[in-house]
């Protein structure tokens, strides 16, 4: 084989295996998961590279996941033994002069394919792509829904982020705005948004939920499932990540809600609003309408009181504008998720 047909080869295969990537990727975001995991799975799986235990668990505890990462893992060993050795034998018996029309047009199929995901990488096109998927995963699951039922996009410790797909308002909440319905005090559930009829919308004092309302919140994993009565669409996952030594805060936006974010934050540097005071003395919501849900320590959930204070080391989960989360935390690397 020449030195022009093996780089032809590579180049082919590897814009193929991006190509199934971004399809096994999209798949996986239909179901819930959040861009940064959903591509995550797919790299692993295609590769049968492998991955840990937690990282796992997302998938194989849930039905859909399930069958979307044995077609992964068909598709990748598919593609490493027969695609592969298909493309080999192909490029060996090819005259590439006599067929030097045909090869020209197909590598400009494989390009124009590469623009086009490079143009889906603009991010202006990106968002409206992931407002898509997102629309597109609340209309799947309330058409398949029989009964209140939970996605769980990510978790720590024993608290989780969810989607909470309701084909029934519970009792408690029946007829209730979330003030008298006592939530957070009898559950220690936060309801940080909800989306009616395609639309987001923030809660309030007098907010009353209705069927078919997607709620994400943020709380014990335990008593959200007692709480609205569902039945798991998703799976608990360890979450172990370790701040690493940094001269500035690192940001990772988990999921976004219109111009309000959902950020997960290694504080390295404490910033000057929450230096030495505790939250309330802080007025940080007040002041940025930033809402800290989370505060771990040593790898360790802490207990979250108004006497807290935050400390260089601490991983927080907060929800608020995302350019206000940026002023306050101060990050230069942010990244979606």
Same mark, same amino acid.
């Not at 519970?170 to 989306?195: H, Q, S, W």
């Given at each position: &084989?020449?030195?022009?047909?093996?780089?032809?080869?590579?180049?082919?295969?590897?814009?193929?295996?991006?190509?199934?990537?971004?399809?096994?990727?999209?798949?996986?975001?239909?179901?819930?998961? +959040?861009?940064?995991?959903?591509?995550?799975?797919?790299?692993?799986?295609?590769?049968? /590279?492998?991955?840990?235990?937690?990282?796992?668990?997302?998938?194989?505890?849930?039905?859909?996941?399930?069958?979307?990462?044995?077609?992964?893992?068909?598709?990748?060993?598919?593609?490493?033994?027969?695609?592969?050795?298909?493309?080999?034998?192909?490029?060996?018996?090819?005259? !590439?002069?006599?067929?030097?029309?045909?090869?020209?047009?197909?590598?400009?199929?494989?390009?124009?394919?590469?623009?086009?995901?490079? !143009?889906?990488?603009?991010?202006?096109?990106?968002?409206?792509?992931?407002?898509?998927?997102?629309?597109?995963?609340?209309?799947?699951?309330?058409?398949?829904?029989?009964? %209140?039922?939970?996605?769980?996009?990510?978790?720590?410790?024993?608290?989780?982020?969810?989607?909470?797909?309701?084909?029934?308002?519970?009792?408690?909440?029946?007829?209730?705005?979330?003030?008298?319905?006592?939530?957070?005090?009898?559950?220690?559930?936060?309801?940080?948004?909800?989306?009616?009829?395609?639309?987001?919308?923030?809660?309030? /004092?007098?907010?009353? !939920?209705?069927?078919?309302?997607?709620?994400?919140?943020?709380?014990?994993?335990?008593?959200?499932?007692? /709480? !609205?009565?569902?039945?798991?669409?998703?799976?608990?996952?360890?979450?172990?990540?370790?701040?690493? +030594?940094?001269?500035?805060?690192?940001?990772?936006?988990?999921?976004?809600?219109?111009?309000?974010?959902?950020?997960?934050?290694?504080? %390295?540097?404490?910033?000057?609003?929450?230096?030495?005071?505790?939250?309330?003395?802080?007025?940080?919501?007040?002041?940025?309408?930033?809402?800290?849900? &989370?505060?771990?320590?040593?790898?360790?959930?802490?207990?979250?009181?108004?006497?807290?204070?935050?400390?260089?080391?601490?991983?927080?989960?907060?929800?608020?504008?995302?350019?206000?989360?940026?002023?306050?935390?101060?990050? /230069?690397?942010?990244?979606?998720?």
């Amino acid at each position: &084989m020449s030195l022009v047909s093996s780089i032809t080869l590579i180049i082919t295969v590897i814009i193929v295996y991006y190509l199934l990537i971004n399809l096994f990727s999209i798949l996986f975001r239909i179901t819930g998961l +959040p861009k940064e995991k959903a591509g995550f799975q797919a790299v692993s799986l295609l590769t049968n /590279a492998g991955y840990t235990t937690g990282e796992s668990e997302i998938v194989v505890s849930e039905k859909t996941r399930r069958r979307i990462a044995m077609a992964a893992m068909l598709t990748g060993y598919f593609f490493s033994v027969v695609i592969v050795s298909l493309f080999i034998n192909l490029f060996l018996s090819i005259n !590439f002069s006599k067929y030097e029309e045909q090869l020209i047009s197909l590598f400009v199929g494989f390009g124009s394919l590469v623009l086009f995901f490079l !143009f889906l990488r603009i991010p202006a096109i990106e968002k409206g792509i992931n407002n898509f998927l997102d629309s597109l995963t609340v209309k799947v699951f309330k058409k398949a829904a029989k009964e %209140n039922y939970i996605s769980v996009l990510d978790t720590y410790g024993e608290d989780a982020v969810v989607n909470i797909f309701l084909y029934k308002v519970p009792e408690f909440l029946e007829g209730k705005c979330i003030v008298d319905a006592d939530l957070r005090k009898k559950y220690d559930v936060n309801i940080l948004m909800y989306t009616r009829n395609g639309q987001n919308h923030y809660v309030k /004092a007098d907010t009353i !939920f209705t069927n078919k309302d997607v709620l994400i919140a943020f709380g014990p994993l335990a008593s959200i499932k007692d /709480a !609205f009565l569902l039945k798991e669409h998703g799976d608990k996952q360890e979450s172990k990540v370790k701040s690493k +030594p940094a001269e500035s805060n690192s940001i990772t936006v988990m999921s976004n809600f219109g111009y309000q974010v959902l950020a997960d934050i290694n504080v %390295n540097v404490v910033p000057p609003i929450l230096a030495d005071k505790s939250l309330m003395e802080s007025r940080i919501k007040d002041y940025f309408s930033i809402n800290i849900m &989370m505060v771990s320590r040593d790898e360790k959930p802490i207990n979250l009181t108004k006497d807290t204070v935050i400390e260089k080391g601490d991983r927080v989960i907060a929800f608020g504008p995302y350019e206000n989360v940026r002023t306050v935390f101060g990050d /230069a690397q942010d990244s979606e998720a």
